[in-house]
């Protein structure tokens, strides 16, 4: 059970809707401002710095960690250096829009319209990129739902784990401008790097200073406030936070409270600086517990009030929200910042990792049910029963946490992506289901790549269904195919145009990063970036991985190809002709062929007829992909990674030879098309496990559907735990569940006020049920259910 | 429902191949209803002390690390003894804890017990072996020390009461119960009471005898003399040697417990064929 003061704060997170506030932007635009012709960093740090200087302070009520990104406690901000056009265009109707609407004011809108915009009119990342971009992608990769990178030039890249073990813990930020000072004086200013790197010091200097400054700013406050409080409990604890704050983060953290607090301002940092997605924790559990044993057995700490904090910073992470453009909400649907927090797994030299802390976390998700953190597990084949059984139960709630990696598979995907050993052993997850390091720079997600999109040019002479202009490459008439073979040839070419575009959308985008977007704050966090004196944005980390290139549709292209062999070359039922024109005819009148089209084998049955085509196209996806180089001479990575992304990517598809109809859904992640995997979860299971997976260094998602009745004994938890042990002896990385029956889904949609707090599994991550679109519902329970294991 | 939380354990045999499929880890519970003369664990009578005793938590401890053997062989906890069902309380905490997560259960009895007290012990196995070790209830006295209808009754009960596949273990003694006509009446009485019931064969051994002499305990042999001197004493039936009158010629040794040749084998296995009995074999 919570305490009663988590309940009120929980009870305020599922009952308030999102306000924007206009507060970080104001004070980073009129910084701006003041510093024109400095060069970039110093501009993006001094802004920080002036934002930590400026920035209201608030300490809601009953809070034990603090620190606001603006004066609404839950708060979306504002960053127009990156993107303002579609602020402007989108803030009338933010609060009306269908996916993750926020209140924004008419004053608010009036105001930003005035004050703000205009000083950033042709000076946004979002502007740069679209008059950079050649004109051949742009046609594609443009809100077009074909390919989309819009997160990586209308935001900031986040995607990000600070490392708090090596860097941020050991030396606080007082330690870090000290390193960054010493540093600075060995270098020559006579020459460009040494002006380069004093510049990269002199920016971590200030957004240091500015972080501490922050906290210290919340230690008079709560001074303030502990005189003016009557209740000697409350005074006690405010007393506390004041203590806390006035030492935290300059220093490094000496307890559990103190660690718990350092956490949150390193997030406070990470948001105000670029209003990230996937800024994430890592491995909680691991660099927690030596601070809550010494704390436990020094007698300071009791279990119950570690757990309070733990549910306390939880809902920290899920009252923020990550301010998007409807778009960008479509594939990121659930105020979902990405946060992800891994526990469990093996430590560095191979032991078993779980410990106290990932209990409690596993608790705190369960009890207080936020969204965030994205609780992430990993799971090697010795994995103690008991933690087994935390994960399983936390399952069987409905909730679809913990999202569940094989803790080998992830460490492969790294040795593959070219980490050290003991590096990639010590994996986390980056927001859903990418194994990533902390002291790693990578996109996570550069570009989706719509699969469907590649049937649809191939079997329509290039042009797209829904509006027939030229969107692949041109392409013979689709009865012109003689053999199979042909097809799927055919199917390739379009395929590899599409990869070409996306990296050529990539590298357009990191280059505009590197000029205009630094990012100091982040990059202190690093210690190879403080080594070398290069921000992140420039390479700076340890690791640079390559851009993950996501695939969405892996499952409707397998089964269109797999529906044409069938029913033109093997069963000939139809000619090329005639599927073609039933396909531009969306189905209408040809509705036995299409029934024969849905009765053609389907991935995700443990059948090699659709199979076969799924695994040939995921190789020759990572091969096509991986043959690309980022600029920092990286290669490209795949991932078939979920998100909500599958929705956008379906409207824009027309109707496709598996059987769907136009503007439907695709499918997510390497998970069959919905309601396609008739057999068992265990054949959908097997089919997911032949492809390759611990070569998508960039992650793989499989999302299944299971019957609550299977998991409502303990029995059945503990043969979901060997289901999902036996699932990773295949090579499979992740797996997650929802449990929630359809009756319970629908009787949500009808009844959204009765279950505001319902979580449920997107793709890779959980949201509330009711802050989901309609249409993103619909695609939810529309997933096959299994009943049986 | 008596649970409790700790109780004697002989031994925890973890990588047990014979008590079920796949690999198992057997728990070997103290304390036996009965007292064969055959006994091969005489230590269970010894147990009861401080050396022995194991908490529901230690035993699952010396489990955990195994359990993912189990997994790919369908293996899993076998329940053995002494008499696994003499300790009902510490058996049910158990069983119920190693059902809760998914193990596979064995039980192995003498069938020697109050059903209705451990029926829902019996429920929650995947399979149960039961020995059932002379037809004859006034031998079944002599060789155990307890009658064999309750045996018998509780074989039956479970068959018609319970859904868990049974195998009914006979130690094949030459001289005790392998003689053909016995496995004829063994026989008859499965197909009638227990037509779905497996029949395993385990042939006698004297591997335990090393053990009487490390407890300081009278040797197995001395004890078949005492008790058929008593057979003979009582003029009862002795099984090969049809009836003895009191004071008949000496029961010559060789006659008493030996090892079934394979030959001996054959024609148990022949004759449970013959009644239309599955012959199974855990060896």
Same mark, same amino acid.
């Given at each position: ?35 024109? %012709? ?23 009520? %009953?809070?034990?960690?603090? %620190? ?313 084949? *010795? ?187 093997? *069963? ?158 295949? %090579? ?58 | ?93 158990? /069983? ?12 192995? /009895? ?174």
């Amino acid at each position: 059970m919570v305490t009663e003061r988590i309940e009120r704060i929980r009870q305020n997170y599922v009952n308030s809707k999102p306000r924007i506030s206009t507060e970080r932007a104001k004070l980073w635009t009129d910084s701006y401002r003041r510093t024109e %012709g400095k060069s970039a960093c110093i501009r993006s740090a001094q802004a920080f710095y002036d934002c930590c200087a400026g920035i209201g302070v608030h300490i809601f009520e %009953g809070e034990l960690i603090v %620190g606001a990104i603006g004066e609404f406690r839950k708060c979306g901000i504002l960053t127009p250096e990156f993107s303002w056009k579609w602020v402007e265009k989108e803030m009338d109707t933010f609060s009306d829009r269908a996916q993750d609407p926020y209140i924004m004011t008419k004053d608010q809108c009036e105001f930003v319209r005035k004050e703000i915009f205009p000083y950033w009119k042709g000076k946004s990342l979002e502007e740069a990129f679209l008059a950079r971009l050649p004109e051949e992608t742009a046609k594609i990769g443009v809100d077009t739902g074909i390919l989309d990178n819009d997160s990586k030039w209308r935001q900031a890249v986040g995607e990000i784990t600070p490392d708090y073990q090596d860097v941020l813990f050991p030396k606080g930020f007082g330690g870090i401008i000290k390193e960054a000072k010493e540093k600075k004086a060995a270098l020559s200013m006579a020459d460009a790097e040494g002006q380069k790197k004093a510049e990269f010091y002199d920016s971590v200097i200030l957004t240091s200073k500015g972080i501490i400054l922050y906290a210290r700013r919340y230690s008079e406050e709560a001074l303030r406030l502990a005189e003016e409080e009557t209740d000697s409990v409350r005074r006690r604890e405010l007393l506390k936070i004041a203590d806390i704050c006035s030492r935290i983060p300059e220093n490094p953290p000496e307890t559990f409270y103190e660690a718990m607090q350092f956490l949150w301002f390193t997030q406070i940092g990470g948001i105000l600086s670029e209003n990230p997605l996937s800024l994430n924790p890592g491995r909680f559990d691991q660099y927690m517990n030596p601070f809550y044993e010494k704390d436990i057995v020094a007698g300071a700490l009791t279990p119950d009030f570690a757990q309070e904090l733990v549910d306390a910073l939880w809902l920290k992470y899920s009252e923020w929200v990550w301010t998007i453009s409807a778009n960008t909400a479509d594939y990121f649907a659930g105020y979902n910042q990405f946060q992800n927090l891994t526990v469990g797994g093996k430590r560095r030299d191979g032991s078993d990792g779980t410990n106290a802390v990932t209990f409690m976390a596993l608790k705190a998700t369960k009890e207080v049910k936020t969204h965030q953190p994205g609780l992430s597990v990993r799971i090697h084949q *010795d994995c103690p029963e008991e933690c087994m059984e935390a994960v399983t139960d936390l399952v069987s709630t409905g909730c679809g946490f913990p999202a569940i990696h094989n803790d080998s598979v992830g460490y492969q995907m790294l040795l593959n992506a070219g980490y050290e050993p003991d590096d990639a052993r010590d994996w986390n997850n980056c927001g859903c289901v990418v194994p990533h390091y902390r002291k790693t720079g990578e996109w996570t997600a550069a570009v989706n790549m719509n699969f469907g999109s590649a049937v649809e040019y191939a079997l329509n002479e290039g042009k797209s269904l829904m509006n027939g202009a030229l969107m692949g490459l041109p392409e013979k008439p689709a009865k012109e195919f003689s053999c199979y073979e042909e097809v799927e040839e055919a199917f390739f070419r379009q395929f590899r145009n599409l990869c070409y575009h996306s990296v050529v959308l990539t590298t357009t985008a990191q280059r505009l990063h590197q000029e205009t977007v630094p990012r100091p704050f982040l990059s202190s966090t690093m210690e190879a970036c403080m080594e070398n004196g290069t921000d992140l944005s420039m390479g700076g980390a340890k690791y640079n991985v390559g851009p993950v290139i996501t695939g969405i549709g892996l499952a409707v292209a397998a089964n269109s190809l797999a529906a044409v062999k069938k029913l033109v070359f093997d *069963d000939r039922v139809c000619t090329m002709e005639t599927l073609a024109d039933a396909l531009s005819a969306d189905w209408e009148g040809y509705e036995e062929l299409r029934a024969r089209a849905q009765a053609a084998p389907k991935y995700g049955n443990d059948e090699a007829y659709a199979d076969d085509i799924a695994v040939r196209i995921a190789n020759t996806f990572y091969h096509e992909i991986h043959g690309y180089r980022d600029i920092f001479g990286k290669p490209f990575t795949t991932a078939f990674m979920g998100i909500s992304n599958y929705i956008p990517m379906g409207r824009v598809l027309g109707a496709t030879p598996c059987g769907r109809k136009s503007g439907e859904p695709s499918s997510e992640g390497v998970s069959p098309y919905v309601g396609s995997d008739t057999k068992t979860p265990l054949a959908a299971m097997r089919s997911a496990a032949k492809l390759n997976q611990e070569v998508h260094s960039g992650g793989t998602l499989l999302n299944l559907r299971l019957n609550q009745e299977l998991v409502s004994t303990k029995r059945g938890r503990a043969n979901l735990g060997a289901l999902i042990q036996n699932f990773f002896s295949l %090579g499979a990385f992740h797996v997650q569940f929802n449990t929630l029956s359809s009756k319970t889904l629908r009787q949500a949609q009808e009844r959204p006020q009765d279950y505001r707090d319902l979580l449920v599994r997107v793709a890779g991550y959980s949201t509330q049920f009711v802050n989901l679109s309609r249409n993103l519902q619909d695609a939810i329970i529309a997933r096959t259910e299994h009943g049986e294991f | 429902m008596i649970r409790e939380t700790e109780g004697y354990v002989m031994q925890l045999q973890n990588f047990s191949v014979n008590d079920g499929d796949g690999v198992r880890t057997t728990v070997f519970l103290a304390g036996c209803p009965l007292d064969c003369i055959w006994c091969c664990n005489p230590e269970q009578k010894t147990c009861f002390d401080a050396a022995h005793k194991m908490t529901l938590a230690q035993v699952e401890e010396r489990i955990a690390g195994y359990a993912l053997f189990f997994r790919r062989c369908g293996g899993g906890v076998t329940f053995s003894g002494g008499e696994a069902t003499a300790q009902q309380g510490f058996l049910r905490a158990m /069983t119920e804890r190693f059902y809760d997560k998914g193990y596979d259960l064995t039980l192995e /009895t003498c069938g020697f017990f109050e059903f209705d007290q451990v029926r829902d012990i019996l429920e929650k196995m995947n399979r149960i072996f039961i020995d059932v070790k002379q037809m004859d209830a006034g031998l079944h006295e002599i060789f155990t020390g307890v009658g064999n209808a309750r045996i018998l009754d509780n074989l039956t009960r479970m068959q018609e009461e319970l859904s868990v596949p049974i195998v009914v273990r006979i130690p094949l003694i030459v001289g005790v119960n392998a003689e053909a006509e016995h496995i004829e009446t063994l026989c008859r009485f499965l197909s009638q009471n227990a037509p779905r019931a497996a029949l395993e064969f385990l042939p006698y051994h004297r591997f335990g005898e090393d053990k009487y002499r490390e407890l300081g305990m009278e040797t197995p042999d001395a004890r078949y003399r005492t008790a058929l001197e008593e057979i003979r004493r009582q003029g009862l039936c002795v099984p090969g040697k049809g009836v003895c009158a009191a004071g008949a010629e000496e029961l010559s040794s060789e006659a008493n417990m030996e090892i079934p040749d394979d030959a001996v084998l054959e024609n148990c296995r022949r004759i449970a064929a013959d009644h239309g009995i599955l012959v199974v074999s855990y060896r």
